[in-house]
């Protein structure tokens, strides 16, 4: 897979742009004009929608990007212009249509909810005017353009004309053609390479209610048969997707968590189009394409996938997940990268960890509740005989490492063999740097490096010390 990151395919997006436009806010009171709450907006934020999410999840594989499309002669699109622009996106394709509104839609999101949508659009088909000027702009293409992504969202563009002239033209350069289809008649998009409906949709377009394997097989042979594709899939949700060429065979779903399904498709299409554009097979495609979709439905809204994600994403699934957490400074560096990267918030704790505790366990969970990622360092077994004597440790270290990295609350531990952890504080950089209460008043190494030192007080009575001091006694007695 890590190949792909450094190849730079060229492709075409044809499909419905839009503005997906955010308000964020809170509400606290009932409007006293209406039943209806009173939304305090504190942000508001735009980004690309419909077939801009597409644009947006190749972008974040590192793909040479084109549109081709349709939009208003007016302030909304011309803010959408701008927003492509600034992504290095070709816009020789980009008609605007003083007969259309640029699709806008706005969303008032209030303590994570949204509480209302309104849109601003066209969804008439375009004009064969502009059919013919966004038809010879991507004639003038195809000799660079690797393949074409159709993303339909039933707006008028992928009129009847325009996609079959598409997919005509880009079957005789011998550049393939997938389609991510909307509406019930997909007789438009004969020829295509392939089409990637869901369940539903495809159930809708076949007529055929996909309720077990064998409806699956005769929908999806239906759609590759009848409208003369060289393969269809069908995307099945938290069951994976299913691939309809020679045979039917399903690639199961590797979503370990599922916040918001936005968006899923668009990353499907856009991945499945940059591994075929680079030369990957269909197999290894969904099965890229099923990683990245669910590294995007493990975030909040319209999301992407970039490859050090997807990367990241399928090396958990193949190593055990525990041992997978204990890392060199080499791993822990690359991993830091990308979660810095990511924005997220980074806690650091330290300590011998020999003998695990309730104490230390409730230390830890306190500790991760200070930010997003909770590393710890370990002391080696050198380290802990210079710090605690030559009876210590109890558990070598990496029984010590193993068990820390069992705990929900750790994300990354780590082993040092330094008196005290100052060096890998240095790596690691954290947000948030957490010592033990009785550290108050005294000087934490590493405070001049993180942003923030929070201290955490012990269980009372819970230590390693103490159980081996029981321990002692019981032998004692019964000796």
Same mark, same amino acid.
């Given at each position: 897979m890590?190949?792909?990151?450094?190849?730079?395919?060229?492709?075409?997006?044809?499909?419905?742009?839009?503005?997906?436009?955010? #308000?964020?806010?809170?509400?606290?009171?009932?409007?006293?004009?209406?039943?209806?709450?009173?939304?305090?907006?504190?942000?508001?934020?735009e980004?690309?929608?419909?077939? &801009?999410?597409?644009?947006?999840?190749?972008?974040?594989?590192?793909?040479?990007v084109?549109v081709?499309?349709?939009i208003?002669?007016?302030?909304?699109?011309?803010?959408?212009?701008?927003?492509? !622009?600034?992504?290095?996106? &070709?816009?020789?394709?980009?008609?605007?249509?003083?007969?259309?509104?640029?699709?806008?839609?706005?969303?008032?999101?209030?303590?994570?909810?949204?509480?209302?949508r309104?849109?601003?659009?066209?969804?008439?088909?375009?004009?064969?005017?502009?059919?013919?000027?966004?038809?010879?702009?991507?004639?003038?293409?195809?000799?660079?353009?690797?393949?074409?992504?159709?993303s339909?969202?039933?707006?008028?563009? #992928?009129?009847?004309?325009?996609?079959?002239?598409?997919?005509?033209?880009?079957?005789?350069?011998?550049?393939?053609?997938?389609?991510?289809?909307?509406? =019930?008649?997909?007789?438009?998009?004969?020829?295509?390479?392939?089409?990637?409906?869901?369940?539903?949709?495809?159930?809708?377009?076949?007529?055929?209610?996909?309720?077990?394997?064998?409806?699956?097989?005769?929908? !999806?042979?239906?759609?590759?048969?009848?409208?003369?594709?060289?393969?269809?899939?069908?995307?099945?949700?938290?069951?994976?997707?299913?691939?309809?060429?020679?045979?039917?065979?399903?690639?199961?779903?590797?979503?370990?968590?599922?916040?918001?399904?936005?968006?899923? &498709?668009?990353?499907?299409?856009?991945?499945?189009?940059?591994? #075929?554009?680079?030369?990957?097979?269909?197999?290894?495609?969904?099965?890229?394409?099923?990683?990245?979709?669910?590294? +995007?439905? !493990?975030?909040?809204?319209?999301?992407?996938?970039?490859?050090?994600?997807?990367?990241?994403?399928?090396?958990?699934?193949?190593?055990?997940?525990?041992?997978?957490?204990i890392?060199? =400074?080499?791993?822990?560096?690359?991993?830091l990268?990308?979660?810095?990267?990511?924005?997220?918030?980074?806690?650091?704790?330290?300590?011998?960890?020999?003998?695990?505790?309730?104490?230390?366990?409730?230390?830890?969970?306190?500790?991760?509740?200070?930010?997003?990622?909770?590393?710890?360092?370990?002391?080696?077994?050198?380290?802990?005989?210079? #710090?605690? !004597?030559?009876?210590?440790?109890?558990?070598?270290?990496?029984?010590?490492?193993?068990?820390?990295?069992?705990?929900?609350?750790?994300?990354?531990v780590?082993?040092?063999?330094?008196?005290?952890?100052?060096?890998?504080?240095?790596?690691?950089?954290?947000?948030?740097?957490?010592? &033990?209460?009785?550290?108050?008043?005294?000087?934490?190494?590493?405070?001049?490096?993180?942003?923030?030192?929070?201290? +955490?007080?012990?269980?009372?009575? =819970?230590?390693?010390?103490?159980?081996?001091?029981?321990?002692?006694?019981k032998?004692?007695?019964?000796?």
């Amino acid at each position: 897979m890590r190949k792909y990151a450094s190849l730079r395919p060229s492709v075409l997006v044809v499909g419905d742009l839009m503005i997906d436009h955010y #308000l964020w806010g809170k509400t606290e009171r009932i409007s006293p004009e209406a039943p209806v709450p009173v939304i305090d907006v504190q942000n508001e934020s735009e980004v690309l929608g419909g077939a &801009g999410n597409v644009v947006n999840n190749l972008i974040a594989l590192g793909a040479d990007v084109s549109v081709a499309s349709a939009i208003g002669e007016d302030e909304n699109g011309k803010r959408l212009s701008k927003m492509l !622009g600034a992504l290095g996106v &070709g816009t020789d394709a980009l008609i605007a249509d003083r007969e259309r509104k640029t699709t806008r839609k706005s969303r008032v999101i209030a303590s994570q909810q949204q509480v209302v949508r309104f849109d601003s659009e066209s969804r008439q088909e375009i004009t064969k005017e502009t059919e013919d000027k966004i038809l010879s702009s991507v004639q003038r293409q195809l000799l660079t353009t690797d393949i074409i992504l159709l993303s339909d969202y039933g707006k008028g563009v #992928l009129s009847e004309r325009l996609t079959r002239q598409i997919i005509k033209m880009a079957r005789a350069s011998g550049v393939r053609v997938l389609v991510d289809p909307k509406g =019930r008649d997909y007789s438009k998009y004969s020829g295509a390479t392939l089409v990637t409906p869901n369940r539903k949709e495809a159930s809708e377009a076949t007529g055929i209610p996909i309720v077990d394997k064998a409806a699956l097989e005769e929908a !999806g042979f239906k759609l590759k048969n009848e409208l003369g594709l060289d393969m269809a899939m069908i995307t099945l949700s938290e069951e994976g997707m299913a691939i309809f060429d020679e045979t039917m065979r399903t690639i199961p779903t590797v979503a370990k968590e599922v916040y918001d399904v936005t968006g899923a &498709g668009d990353t499907v299409l856009s991945t499945l189009g940059f591994v #075929l554009a680079c030369g990957g097979d269909i197999d290894e495609a969904a099965r890229i394409a099923n990683a990245a979709a669910a590294v +995007v439905v !493990g975030k909040l809204g319209s999301a992407t996938a970039s490859w050090d994600e997807i990367i990241a994403y399928e090396t958990t699934l193949h190593d055990s997940t525990t041992e997978h957490r204990i890392k060199d =400074r080499s791993e822990l560096e690359e991993s830091l990268k990308r979660l810095k990267n990511e924005g997220k918030r980074i806690v650091f704790t330290n300590g011998c960890f020999d003998i695990l505790h309730l104490g230390h366990v409730k230390y830890l969970e306190k500790a991760k509740s200070f930010g997003d990622v909770l590393i710890v360092g370990v002391n080696s077994d050198s380290s802990v005989r210079r #710090l605690k !004597g030559e009876s210590r440790p109890v558990n070598p270290q990496f029984d010590r490492a193993y068990l820390l990295a069992a705990l929900d609350a750790v994300d990354f531990v780590t082993i040092f063999d330094e008196d005290t952890p100052y060096e890998l504080i240095k790596i690691v950089e954290p947000d948030v740097l957490v010592k &033990g209460g009785d550290y108050e008043g005294k000087e934490v190494v590493g405070s001049d490096i993180a942003k923030e030192v929070r201290l +955490v007080d012990f269980v009372d009575g =819970r230590s390693t010390t103490k159980i081996i001091e029981n321990i002692n006694k019981k032998e004692r007695k019964s000796d």
